[in-house]
Structure formats: C-alpha cells, structure tokens
C-alpha cells in the first residue's frame, strides 16, 4: 500500500545540468545537506545502485535507487521500520533560465498509512533547509 508523495519545492538560477551535477553526488551530500550526517552509493548512481543516509533526523538507513531518470529525477527507498518503506525522490525542471527543484517522499507498506503521517510532518521539516542548502551550493558552483 502507498500514498502520495509529499514535496516541496524552490527555484533556483542554476541550470538544470549544474543542479543534477551536485545533487546526483550522493557521497557529498553532507556538504550543503544541513540533515545529513552521511551518505554513500556503492558505485555510480544508477537504477538499482545501494547505498546508506544517516540523517540528524532519521538516523542511520540502507537505501537502493528505485527510479532513474539521467539528468530529470531519482528516487531512494529505505526502510523505515518493519513493514514500512520510505520513498525520497529528487526532481530537476527547466524554468526558464534556472530549474525549479523538488524534494518528495512517499511511505510505503503495510504500515505506511499509520506510519506515514507520524513521519510526513518530521521529515517535510527538513525539506525547506534542504533544498536552501542545495540552491546555495548549485548557485555558488562553477
């Protein structure tokens, strides 16, 4: 059983290229990610690809890429807690000269519509700082 994703938004100058640049560099996350204490893929981010988040938030999660899309959108799925999966997915869209970026998640499970909404306002917390984080840093790029 899922339920919708929940996002937010910004928009940011940088070009769609140079945002999909930084933030598909999952092991530098903790860079301009106010939330993350680490992050690592085991290989190139790819459908597929593992890896593992310790958030200040959330705490420590193996995660796998679920959706891919080169250049547009990618999605890690972690579990959360037995019989509950969290989706986090990442957005890119041109908008006119800058990109307009999207961080969304998504409980999935058995569990998830019980869970889900204990978690939704925790972790859409978190989104606002990140996203900033990351418009700062795509802005400051070369």
Known sequence: MTMAFREASLETA??????????????????????MNESRLDGPLKLG?????NTKSGGKHDVVVTQY????????????????????????????????????????????PLVGPLMSGQILKTFNAVLNGLKR???AAP
């Open 49 to 53: 690809a593992t890896g593992m988040i």
């Open 69 to 112: 899309e080169e250049g547009r959108s990618f999605e890690l799925e972690s579990t959360a807690l037995p019989g509950t999966k969290m989706a986090i997915r990442a957005t890119i869209a041109p908008n006119g000269n800058g990109s307009r970026i999207t961080q969304g998640f998504e409980p999935r499970g058995f569990l998830a």
């Open 137 to 139: 840093k795509v802005e």
């Open 14 to 35: 940088a070009s769609p290229a140079t945002v999909w640049r930084v933030w598909s560099d999952v092991n530098h996350w903790p860079e301009w990610n106010p939330d």
